[in-house]
Every structure is written in C-alpha cells, then in structure tokens.
C-alpha cells in the first residue's frame, strides 16, 4: 500500500515568509508524528497528533511553530515569518495505535521529507 | 532527559569489513531501542528493534544488542557491503507510562563501505 507521503519535496523561500508543510499518513494510522532534521540539531522530535488531537507539542522551538490535523488525516506544520535557522528537513512519521489497554503507538514509518531553505 | 549518543563518523570500511556503531543512552525506566537506516535519496527505515533487556533485534545481517548493564545497543554486522552505505541513527522510545511514542534519536553515523 501507499507509504507516507510529504510535499512539497522541496521549498525555497526568503526570510520572513510563512510556510506550509504537509503530510498525507498511511491509511489507518491514527499516530502521527513530526521531526526535524537539520545539521547542526540532528533528528529532534516536533509534535505528535493522536487523532485530531496534539497532546505532545513539546519540541516545537518557538510559537512561529503550529501544526494541525483534520479528520484524524492529513497534518499541516506551518511556519510562520521563517528564519534562516529553520532550514532543515521535516519528516512527518504515522504509526498505528496499538490494541492493548494503553493503546500503544506503533512502528513508525517515515516520509520522504520536506527539504526547507530559508534566504 | 532521555539522550541518544552515537559514534561520530564517517566510517569508512572496505567490502567485507566487520562493522560495529557505538550507541549508548539515557532514559528512566525501560526504553525500547531502535536502528534506523536512511539510503542516499531515501526516508528512514526501521532497520530492528529490541524491547527489553537482552533482547537481540536482527535484520539483513545487522544485529544489536540490549545491555542494560552497560546501556548500551551496538550495531554490528560481519561483512559488510557496498550497498550498506548509508547514515544510521540509533534511537529510544520511552517506556509506556510516560511516553507518547516519540523517538529520541542520536546525532546519526554515516557509513561509507568501498568495494
């Protein structure tokens, strides 16, 4: 079946503008999860939506930062007046919801990634 | 917080080589661990997994090791190939009760193996 997909591939933009990102989940998937992955941070955990809902936003670096989820789907990350220093790649990552009493996410599967470069 | 710490790389190794990526953590309780590999041009894929203390995850020649003791989860594999190159990320799941399943990733090792 289909994986996760992101777009755009890649974005150039200049300092100052806003940005959407998006992400289309594997089908099913109720978990899903954003990260980041820039040079100079690593691989650094953004937010996580269970359904529409986002109870872990604590890797968000600032409040330029929002993301939303509708329809338990796709999720959107907006970056809002970007600066340099949001040049990296976001991954958007779905996993399923376990069935045992605690729900437990699953394996993660990952999209190709969104490739931001801020002038 | 819970921490991931890789060895730096590159690495670079001939064909055949034997292959081992240091990976040690910090966590409370008992986190599950995690290889991901990324191909060049590719997403991150789930290379294996172990759960608990001792378990040895395993995949296309790749093993590691839970050791609690030493908190610790190795990556190694006997020969290495070409088409092993790329950069691995050793990563942590915190345990059920205080977690959402997040990943905690380290800062990536990239392998290059020359034929």
């Known amino acids: 079946g289909a994986g996760v997909s992101q777009s755009p591939s890649n974005k150039v933009t200049e300092k100052g503008k806003d940005v959407e990102l998006r992400c289309d989940p594997i089908?099913?998937?109720?978990?899903l999860y954003w990260y980041r992955q820039s040079l100079g941070q690593g691989l650094e955990f953004l937010i996580y939506f269970q359904g529409n809902s986002a109870p872990d936003k604590s890797g968000l670096p600032s409040d330029r930062f929002s993301a939303e989820r509708t329809g338990g789907s796709v999720s959107t990350l907006t970056i809002q007046r970007t600066q340099q220093e949001d040049s990296a790649v976001y991954l958007c990552a779905s996993s399923r919801v376990g069935a045992g009493p605690r729900d437990w996410p699953r394996e993660q599967y990952f999209g190709p990634g969104t490739r931001l470069t801020v002038t | 917080g819970d921490s991931v710490t890789q060895m730096e790389g590159p690495v670079t190794l001939s064909e055949e080589a034997f292959l081992t990526i240091n990976c040690t953590y910090t966590a409370t309780g008992y986190p599950s661990l995690f290889w991901y590999v990324q191909y060049p041009g590719e997403g991150l894929q789930l290379l294996l997994k172990?759960?608990?203390?001792?378990d040895k995850g395993s995949n296309k020649g790749f093993e590691a090791t839970y050791r609690k003791e030493t908190t610790s989860f190795h990556l190694e594999k006997g020969s290495v190939q070409v088409s092993d190159s790329a950069v691995y990320f050793c990563a942590l799941r915190g345990p059920h009760s205080s977690n959402t399943g997040k990943l905690i990733f380290g800062q990536g090792t990239t392998l290059q193996v020359k034929p």
């Open positions: 172990a759960t608990k203390a001792d």
């Open positions: 089908s099913g998937h109720t978990a």
